[in-house]
């Protein structure tokens, strides 16, 4: 399933309920990620529509998420891009039907808040981002937590993330909601199975 600029935009303009008189604002953001690049992939050389797919719309996504919970464009835009790949196979993994327990499936993205992260050397970015499940949740939040948490960090829960793009999708793109959840667990499977193959070989 493919997404135009023109879906996009109204599509998390209803997810973040962007007000009609910010909205060329909000296009502006969208436009300064453009500029930089990102999300990579998407076709806008001259004369070429932009066209996103589900990777694509995710990553996005995700850069806004960052943004709601502080995040600057840019470090939006580099911290979403260096973990893209991390991002992609949790999300997909918590898509996907597995034998895998409600309880152990990724679900939650914790991402550390420091505004001095950047100032480190990207080598010690690797522990600023964690994809837990319920269970690990549980940990974190039990009476003395989990050593490896780092505090300030905000929590984004990956299901309601998901469950937001697709019902703003759906009020958008001319599908139906089982055609484009379906178009979307086809995709997380591909991913999923993609990164099972990998890690065997």
Same mark, same amino acid.
């Given at each position: ?13 209803i ?43 995710i %990553? !996005?996504g #995700?850069?806004? *998420? ?6 600057t464009?840019?470090? =939006? $835009?580099? /911290? ?8 992609i ?17 990724p ?8 505004? %001095? !992260?950047? #100032?480190?050397? *990207?080598?010690?970015?690797?522990q600023?981002?964690?994809?837990? =499940? $319920?269970? /690990? ?6 009476e ?34 089982? *055609? ?11 991913i ?10």
């Amino acid at each position: 399933m493919e997404f135009t600029y023109k879906d996009v935009v109204e599509t998390f303009c209803i997810k973040h309920e962007i007000s009609s008189e910010r909205k060329t604002a909000f296009k502006g953001r969208l436009q300064h990620f453009q500029r930089q690049g990102f999300p990579p992939g998407v076709n806008t050389g001259k004369g070429k529509a932009a066209s996103y797919r589900w990777r694509e719309l995710i %990553l !996005l996504g #995700l850069a806004l *998420e960052y943004a709601e919970i502080g995040s600057t464009p840019d470090r =939006s $835009i580099k /911290e979403v891009s260096k973990f893209s790949d991390v991002l992609i196979s949790g999300l997909s993994n918590s898509l996907v039907e597995s034998e895998v327990s409600e309880q152990d499936k990724p679900s939650f993205l914790c991402i550390e808040l420091s505004a %001095l !992260l950047p #100032l480190k050397t *990207e080598e010690n970015w690797n522990q600023e981002i964690k994809i837990l =499940s $319920i269970r /690990e949740m549980g940990e974190v939040f039990s009476e003395f937590g989990v050593a490896t948490m780092q505090s300030p960090y905000a929590i984004i829960d990956l299901r309601q993330f998901v469950a937001g793009l697709l019902t703003s999708l759906e009020e958008v793109v001319g599908h139906s909601r089982a *055609e484009i959840v379906k178009s979307l667990k086809l995709w997380a499977r591909t991913i999923s199975d993609y990164h099972d193959n990998i890690s065997d070989s």
